[in-house]
């Protein structure tokens, strides 16, 4: 593996993990927070939670489509692969 291709693979590693520890603090604190609600009002702002969330969730596509991207370009050149175990 070329240290490029390392570089990028631990890019990829970071920003996944950002994306999964962020969403579990999402997580619990909706789950700490929520409460049924009838009717939402359109006149407030969303809340901060599910801006984050929609943050989160576009980050983690981002990622995902780096990653696939980066592994069509890499079967396509015939770079070397790394080991499978």
Known sequence: MTPIAGFFLAIIAVAA?????????LL?????????VRVHSSE??????GLAGIGLSLMG?????????TAIRRRRTDL??????
């Open 61 to 69: 596509v981002v990622v995902l489509g780096v990653a696939a991207v």
């Open 17 to 25: 993990a950002v994306c999964a520890a962020g969403e579990l603090v």
């Open 28 to 36: 619990a604190a909706w789950l700490t927070d929520a409460s049924p």
């Open 44 to 49: 407030v702002a969303p809340p901060a939670q």
């Open 80 to 85: 070397p692969r790394p080991v499978e175990w």
